[in-house]
C-alpha cells in the first residue's frame, strides 16, 4: 500500500522514485559494536565457558568411572583362607572353592597358586625371601553373575560352615569409599562450574553497565523518539548475545579440542603407570555423547545467559532512570 | 493536545524557573515560543518532551495526564511528538538515512517499508545526496536538515523545535521555517522556540508566547 507524505514533490507512488534506495545502507546495529567492551566480554566469556565446560565434563567423567569401578568391584569377591594350627589349608581351599562354584550366582572361583599369593606379598616384603615358612594365607577369587546376584550373606554363612576359618570379603566397605570420593569428586566439579558462572555473570553485569553508561547518549535520543525501555533493553540484549555466543563457541571448541588432545595422549601414555593411574580416575578421557552434548547445551546457556543479563540490567537501568 | 495549568518549575532549592505557566496549544496551530536566554525556553520544552517533570501544576498531552504516565505510556506519548534539538543529537555510528528512519524502526517497521519514505523526505529537505554520510562529515546546515527530518518522518502531531535556525544562514532559515509552514499545513501543530526575530516576522500569522521572569505572556 501507498502511504501520500506531504513532502512527496509529486505525489506519486514512492516505489517511482525509489532508484538507487538499494544502495542505501540496511541497518546498522544501534548500539555500536565499539561502544561496548567487546573483545574483553569475549576473552572472559571464553575462558569462562572453557573452565565450565572443564568442570562440567570432568565431573561426568568422574561420575561415569565410579560406577565403572563400583560394578567391577561389586562383580568380585574374595575369599581368605587362613593357616590354622591342626588343619590342611591345601584341603581347605579345594574345598571353600568348591562350595563356592555350587553356590547359584558365583560363575568362577580361582584359586591363587601359593607362588601368587607370596607375589602379592613382594611389594612389602621384598624379593629373595623364602615365604614357604611364613603362615601366608590362600586367596580365592570369586567372579560373581552381574544378572543373578548372590546372597552374599547366605554366601558367608555356608563358608563358615565349610571352612571355618575362611572369610569372605565382598568388598563393600570399598565400594563405599568410592562412591564417596566420586560424589565428593562430582560436588566440587559442580560447585566450581556454578562459581565460574557467577563469576562470569558479574563480569557481563559489569560490561553491560559499562556499555550503558557509554551509550547514554543514545539511549536519550532512542527514548526521545519514541523507543520503550524493552525496545532498547532488545538492542543491548542482541549485542551481548552475539559476543556471549562468540565468547561460548571459543570456549566451548576450545574444551573439545582439549578432550580430544587429552584423550590422545591418554592412549600414548597407557602403558605407564601414571596412565594408568589417570584411565582408572577418568576413564580414557572420551566424551562421549553425553560430554559433547554438554559443552553444545552450555555453549548455548552461556551465550541465552549474556543476552538475559544484559537485557535485565538494560531494564532495571531504565526504569530506575524513568 | 497540549495544556498547561498552574504549571511551576524549580531546580533544587532556588526560586521557580518556570511559573504560573497557562497555555493551550490547538491541532493545527502554529506557535513561537521566543524569550531571553536563561528565561526557560528549553526547560518548557523538556516539560512537553517529558524529560522534566515540573514541580507543580497540571501537563496534559493529547488528553493524558503526564504526572500518570508509566515508563511505556510515555514512549508512547512521545511518539506523536516530534523534536529538533539545538544541538541536533544525530547518531554519529549512523548514516543519515538511518538517523532519519530511526523513528520508524522503532515502531518496529521493517526497512523495506519505509524506504521510499525516507528517502523521499531527504530529497525534500535537500540531503537526498547525503544519504550514506554519516553526521560527522556533515555541515552545520546539513545536520539541521537531518534532525529535522528525523522528527518529520513518522508525521507527528506536535512539532518542537528548539533554535531550528540557530546555526544556518538566513536562506537556509527561511527554507526551514517554510518547511514548518508546509508541515503546519499538513495538519501538525508546531512550536519553535527561537530568539530569531526576523524569522518570526516572516510568518505573523503565528502565535507567540514569550517567556520572561519565568512566566508566560501570549500574543495571539
Redesign the interface.
Known amino acids: 500500500m501507498t502511504v501520500m507524505r506531504f513532502w512527496s514533490p509529486t505525489r506519486q507512488d514512492a516505489s517511482d522514485i525509489d532508484e538507487g534506495a538499494e544502495e542505501i545502507p540496511a541497518k546498522s546495529a544501534l548500539v555500536p559494536a565499539d561502544s561496548v567492551a567487546g573483545r574483553s566480554v569475549v576473552i572472559v566469556i571464553a575462558i569462562m565457558t572453557f573452565l565450565a565446560a572443564l568442570a562440567a565434563n570432568v565431573a561426568i567423567l568422574v561420575a561415569d568411572a565410579s560406577v565403572e569401578w563400583r560394578s567391577d568391584i561389586a562383580r568380585e569377591a574374595t575369599v581368605q583362607v587362613r593357616p590354622t594350627a591342626g588343619r590342611d589349608i591345601e584341603a581347605d581351599v579345594l574345598t571353600a572353592a568348591e562350595a563356592m562354584r555350587r553356590t547359584p550366582g558365583v560363575l568362577e572361583a580361582r584359586i591363587y597358586a601359593q607362588s601368587e599369593s607370596e607375589a602379592l606379598l613382594k611389594p612389602w616384603l621384598g624379593e629373595g625371601l623364602d615365604l614357604s615358612e611364613l603362615p601366608t594365607p590362600r586367596m580365592i577369587v570369586l567372579k560373581l553373575d552381574a544378572e543373578n546376584r548372590v546372597d552374599i550373606d547366605r554366601l558367608r554363612v555356608e563358608l563358615e560352615r565349610v571352612v571355618p576359618n575362611a572369610v569372605l570379603d565382598d568388598h563393600h566397605v570399598f565400594i563405599e569409599r568410592l562412591g564417596d570420593m566420586a560424589r565428593a569428586a562430582v560436588a566440587t566439579a559442580a560447585l566450581v562450574f556454578v562459581l565460574i558462572l557467577a563469576a562470569m555473570a558479574v563480569a557481563v553485569t559489569s560490561a553491560t553497565r559499562a556499555a550503558v553508561a557509554t551509550n547514554r547518549e543514545i539511549v536519550e535520543v532512542l527514548h526521545m523518539v519514541g523507543a520503550a525501555d524493552a525496545f532498547i533493553a532488545r538492542e543491548f540484549q542482541r549485542r551481548f548475545m552475539a559476543l556471549g555466543l562468540r565468547g561460548a563457541l571459543m570456549g566451548g571448541g576450545g574444551a573439545v579440542a582439549f578432550f580430544v588432545l587429552a584423550q590422545f595422549l591418554a592412549r600414548r601414555w597407557r602403558t605407564t603407570g601414571g596412565g594408568e593411574q589417570m584411565e582408572a580416575m577418568f576413564g580414557d578421557f572420551s566424551l562421549g555423547v553425553s560430554g559433547f552434548l554438554a559443552i553444545l547445551l552450555l555453549s548455548g546457556g552461556v551465550a541465552a545467559l549474556t543476552g538475559y543479563l544484559s537485557r535485565y540490567i538494560v531494564l532495571r537501568h531504565l526504569r530506575r532512570l524513568g | 493536545m497540549l495544556t498547561f495549568e498552574n504549571v511551576g518549575l524549580r531546580y533544587g532549592v532556588g526560586a521557580e524557573t518556570l511559573r504560573d505557566i497557562n497555555f493551550h496549544v490547538a491541532p493545527r496551530s502554529f506557535q513561537f515560543l521566543t524569550g531571553p536566554s536563561g528565561a526557560g525556553k528549553t526547560s518548557l520544552m523538556r516539560l512537553i518532551?517529558m524529560?522534566l517533570r515540573p514541580t507543580r501544576g497540571l501537563i496534559n498531552i493529547f488528553g493524558k495526564d503526564t504526572a500518570a504516565l508509566s515508563?511505556?505510556d510515555?514512549?508512547?506519548t512521545?511518539?506523536g511528538i516530534g523534536?529538533v534539538?539545538q544541538d541536533f543529537?544525530l547518531?554519529d555510528?549512523?548514516?543519515v538515512?538511518?538517523n532519519v528512519a530511526?523513528?520508524l524502526?522503532?515502531?518496529?517497521r521493517e526497512?523495506w517499508s519505509y524506504?521510499?519514505?525516507v528517502?523521499?523526505?531527504l530529497?525534500?529537505?535537500g540531503l537526498g545526496e547525503r544519504?550514506?554520510a554519516v553526521p560527522t562529515i556533515l555541515s552545520g546546515g546539513e545536520k539541521q536538515r537531518a534532525a529535522i527530518a528525523?522528527a518529520?518522518i513518522?508525521?507527528p502531531k506536535l512539532l518542537l523545535a528548539d533554535e531550528p535556525t540557530g546555526n544556518v544562514d538566513p536562506t537556509l532559515a527561511r527554507r526551514i521555517l517554510r518547511l514548518f509552514i508546509?508541515?503546519h499545513?499538513?495538519g501538525t501543530a508546531v512550536i519553535i522556540a527561537t530568539h530569531d526575530l526576523t524569522l518570526m516576522d516572516q510568518y505573523e500569522e503565528a502565535r507567540r508566547l514569550v517567556l520572561a521572569d519565568g512566566r508566560l505572556h501570549i500574543f495571539e
Open positions: 518532551i524529560t515508563n511505556e510515555v514512549a508512547e512521545r511518539r523534536v534539538f543529537r547518531l555510528h549512523l548514516t538515512y538511518e530511526l523513528p524502526r522503532v515502531l518496529g526497512e524506504r521510499g519514505e528517502i523521499e523526505l530529497r525534500w529537505v544519504a550514506h528525523r518529520l513518522s508525521q508546509e508541515l499545513k499538513s
